[in-house]
């Protein structure tokens, strides 16, 4: 076996177990951090008791979270080493930047929040969540730069063998890593509302705790509808870039093989690398592609068959990824729509409730094969157009890789597996009981 | 000073730090199953780190960070040349980290047996690896001018190495059990004074024996023959050392735990200053040793970099000995009656 392969399959592992819980880090601490808030500011006990209850869950996530991203700091090192070298110079001034600027806050403030009930006022209490909220988005927001010059390598010039940076200024203000902020933070907070949503359907469904849950979903729903509607505009913006700056990426997210103009959209298609067309299509819009792409219907888009197949990312998963993304996008923006209409006649919608309860999954599908045509669709490269992936591992051994991903595999699996369970053990402790 | 000088002992100081830091955390896991010996006692153990080590342990990402950010090369090969131990730390880390957030969720034996024996693997083992791995660097890593390792992880188990784990592993259990007597009372505290002064008596020959294997095994003296005033570091870090028994003698447990913090600090000091300006050496050829010159960012870089670290860090030091100073009294049953406590 190839060392960059495993590398590649530890690291997609990796990356994709750990992104279960950031957004929802990112998502809830803020919405706690709102409810806190109101709890400091009324003096509710309702307020308080809905943030403890948040909390409780919120840590067994954040838990789950920080352990499994520690390793992937390292492995840019252990598994990357010729990438890390080239690159260096620039994002691993990001990533230390990451840590100190914002990691070492939220870290140091969590356990502040735990443990400082009894020691802070409400309102001093209710600051250090905020901290805790701002430090996360603003760590997310430092990575999200990082991968941005992955994806659109700026500010660089080729000197002494590697990409040194000369404009620290055009990779933090890098094009491509701000459409991802202000895709990837938005989606977050969706993500933690459709969690809350969910939750609370259920205890509304059951007619438990009502208070608590109402509230919780309508905050939630608040905060969800401008979300979703702000996650598909933003997911539009970054398309248009991507079609500019990643002609293949587009491509590969369609499927679409022969360059043309009046591009049209093929709803559903199977297609087959090796013969470089499309075994199945269904559903053919014309001139739609050149549209969502480049906002003209008229416009010509790049087909695969015009990029070097050293240089055509894996079509299939790029292409599955983008729709299943775009689809269950599309389905959060309904439901958040028609959300609001029911917002105060909950109890009333038993239906939609449990639509909510079951649609728990349904941002993090979302979310995940947003990155698989993230990723997926930048290969070959791994800087794209400057590094290719299959030139930038270690020089370790196979066997050595091997290993370390079953070691991941087991242990992510069974973390995975006994933080969902205390999750849901938690859901069903409930609140606490109202004291006075 | 040269940037590049100035970022080696940056370097230095953010690994001494994080020794510093989560050294007690380490210290503490490892004395846990020893003088915990009821489920209080254990509980008070784990949540007098609770509020702290999360943000200790990010000095390792830092120190990892600023490695990637100053020294790309070193972050390369360092770090897939000590692959194997590498991950066992990280894996080790990850178990403790979850260990302590997940042990006091269900009441049950088994449970929290399993946990407590993560949380003390999670805390022995990486105290004794990264001990392991930097006396492995003062003696030189075997690779070459391309990076590539052609050593034998097994071998990094050799007689200095394994001194290295154990000067890491005692000088973290003084540390922890100094800490555990500022923040327990009664027995528990008792018995972290005992164990503190016992493993102080096994310190200092380790420490005398790493200071003398280091003239064989490397070349760390060089540097201080040829600038004799280096030697005030090594003095200082003996005066250290003897001061944590005074301080533990006179119950002063507070000042004990400066003094061991100091002797890890000054310990680190001692490793780092040997190398300069080598920071991770070649055992293979010595033109092959990546040192601050040749293995460094560019200017620009590490110019924006030191203006990041010169405002954010005093920052960081400034929240973080708040959250110290917040939680320097000792455990009460009333913080362990808390909802969230561990």
């Not at chain 1, 995940?368 to 930048?378: F, N, T």
């Not at chain 2, 692959?83 to 980290?97: E, Q």
């Not at chain 2, 200071?211 to 060089?222: E, G, I, K, Q, R």
Request: with cysteine; aromatic share 16%.
């Amino acid at each position: 076996m190839d060392p960059v392969f495993l590398s590649r399959l530890q690291f997609a592992a990796a990356t994709m177990f750990h992104f279960l819980f950031v957004p929802l880090t990112l998502g809830l601490s803020v919405l706690i951090a709102y409810m806190e808030t109101k709890y400091a500011r009324t003096g509710e006990k309702v307020y308080l008791r809905m943030t403890k209850f948040w909390g409780k869950l919120f840590l067994i996530n954040f838990a789950l979270g920080v352990v499994t991203g520690i390793t992937l700091e390292f492995q840019f090192g252990t598994n990357w080493s010729r990438y890390s070298e080239y690159v260096g110079d620039i994002f691993g001034s990001l990533l230390a930047i990451e840590a100190s600027v914002a990691f070492f806050l939220e870290s140091t403030f969590i356990g502040i929040w735990i443990f400082g009930w009894k020691k802070l006022s409400a309102k001093a209490h209710a600051t250090v969540m905020w901290l805790v909220a701002i430090a996360g988005n603003f760590s997310a927001i430092w990575i999200l730069i990082a991968n941005g010059f992955m994806q659109n390598p700026v500010g660089y010039t080729i000197r002494n063998g590697r990409a040194e940076l000369t404009d620290f200024f055009a990779v933090i203000t890098n094009k491509h890593a701000i459409l991802e902020i202000v895709h990837v933070v938005p989606a977050s907070l969706l993500l933690g509302a459709f969690f809350i949503m969910g939750i609370s359907a259920w205890y509304l469904l059951k007619k438990q705790h009502v208070e608590i849950f109402q509230k919780s979903f309508r905050i939630a729903l608040m905060v969800g509808l401008v979300c979703a509607l702000w996650t598909g505009f933003s997911g539009d913006m970054h398309g248009i870039n991507v079609s500019k700056t990643q002609p293949a990426k587009l491509a590969a997210m369609e499927a679409h093989w022969e360059t043309q103009e009046r591009a049209p959209i093929i709803l559903f298609a199977l297609p087959a690398a090796h013969r470089e067309e499309n075994i199945i299509e269904i559903g053919s819009i014309p001139g739609m592609l050149s549209f969502l792409g480049f906002h003209d219907f008229n416009a010509e888009v790049t087909g695969l068959k015009d990029i070097p197949k050293d240089e055509r990312p894996p079509v299939f998963l790029t292409f599955v990824g983008f729709r299943t993304m775009v689809g269950l996008g599309t389905l959060m923006i309904g439901l958040m729509v028609y959300g609001w209409f029911r917002r105060n006649k909950l109890m009333e919608s038993p239906t939609f409730l449990k639509i909510m309860l079951w649609s728990i999954p349904v941002p993090w599908i979302a979310m995940e094969a947003g990155w698989l045509v993230s990723e997926i669709g930048r290969q070959p490269w791994i800087v794209y157009g400057l590094m290719k992936t299959a030139d930038a591992g270690s020089p370790i051994m196979a066997s050595q890789v091997a290993v370390s991903l079953i070691g991941f595999i087991l242990v992510y699996g069974l973390l995975g597996a006994v933080g969902v369970f205390l999750i849901a053990k938690s859901v069903k402790e409930g609140p606490e009981a109202e004291t006075n | 000073m040269e940037l590049q000088s100035i970022w080696f002992f940056l370097w230095g100081l953010l690994w001494a730090v994080f020794f510093l830091t989560d050294g007690f955390d380490f210290g503490i896991g490892t004395i846990y199953p020893v003088i915990g010996k009821t489920d209080k006692d254990k509980r008070v153990m784990l949540n007098s780190m609770g509020p702290l080590w999360d943000g200790n342990e990010v000095w390792l990402i830092t120190a990892g960070g600023v490695t990637f950010a100053a020294f790309p090369k070193v972050y390369a090969t360092m770090f897939s040349s000590l692959y194997t131990p590498l991950m066992l730390i990280l894996f080790a880390l990850i178990f403790r980290g979850v260990a302590l957030h997940f042990r006091g969720k269900i009441e049950h034996p088994v449970w929290k047996n399993v946990w407590d024996t993560l949380i003390f693997l999670g805390s022995f083992l990486p105290a004794l690896l990264f001990g392991v791995a930097f006396a492995n660097i003062f003696q030189g890593i075997p690779f070459d001018g391309e990076g590539l390792y052609h050593g034998n992880t097994l071998k990094l188990l050799n007689p200095y190495g394994l001194l290295g784990g154990a000067l890491f592993v005692l000088l973290f259990i003084v540390h922890g059990a100094n800490w555990m007597a500022i923040k327990a009372t009664g027995d528990l505290k008792e018995r972290a004074v005992a164990m503190s002064s016992k493993a102080w008596l096994a310190l200092v020959p380790v420490a005398v024996i790493f200071l003398v294997a280091s003239w064989f095994a490397t070349d760390l003296w060089n540097n201080y023959f040829t600038y004799p005033i280096l030697f005030l570091v090594v003095l200082l870090n003996v005066a250290a050392l003897l001061s944590i028994r005074f301080f533990t003698a006179k119950q002063a447990y507070f000042k004990a735990w400066f003094a061991s913090g100091l002797t890890i600090v000054l310990c680190t000091f001692y490793g780092v200053i040997g190398l300069f300006p080598a920071l991770f050496p070649s055992s293979l050829n010595p033109e092959w040793n990546l040192t601050a010159f040749n293995a460094s960012s560019s200017p620009l870089t590490l110019k924006i970099m030191l203006g990041v670290v010169l405002v954010f860090i005093p920052i960081v030091i400034c929240y973080q000995i708040w959250a110290y100073h917040l939680f320097k009294d000792p455990i009460t049953d009333e913080d362990l009656g808390l909802d969230e406590a561990y």
